[in-house]
């Protein structure tokens, strides 16, 4: 069975960082591409981040240069490391990936930035 589980959510003071995890299992993991996807209250749910199986990445345009994501394989991990948080960011934070293709999803984490 496919498992995503994400912690490292939390409240964070503007300017600050949080680093997020997500711990996978029932996957291949080192050929998975990963994501990472937001979602605010009363938004739809967006594509912050993307690493492939070989470790190239992608991101929004809004946290490029911000955010960080990465991967460790022997331990079937994606992690999004974010600096510099904004207000904007506030949102629950879920890791995706498509595996046999369908989509699995994480519960999500929630991070909150505050003034």
């Known amino acids: 069975q496919v498992r995503l589980v994400e912690s490292g959510g939390g409240l964070v003071q503007t300017g600050g960082s949080l680093r997020l995890s997500c711990r996978t299992s029932g996957i291949n993991f080192s050929i998975a591409r990963m994501n990472w996807y937001r979602q605010a209250p009363d938004k739809q749910r967006d594509l912050v981040a993307t690493?492939?199986?070989?470790?190239?990445?992608d991101y929004a345009d809004s946290v490029k240069g911000r955010f960080t994501i990465s991967r460790n394989n022997p331990w079937n991990m994606v992690y999004l490391q974010m600096n510099s948080l904004k207000l904007e960011d506030t949102a629950n934070y879920y890791c995706?990936?498509?595996?046999?293709?369908?989509?699995?999803w994480g519960r999500g984490t929630q991070v909150t930035v505050s003034s």
């Open positions: 995706h990936t498509t595996w046999k293709s369908l989509d699995w």
């Open positions: 690493i492939s199986r070989n470790g190239s990445t």
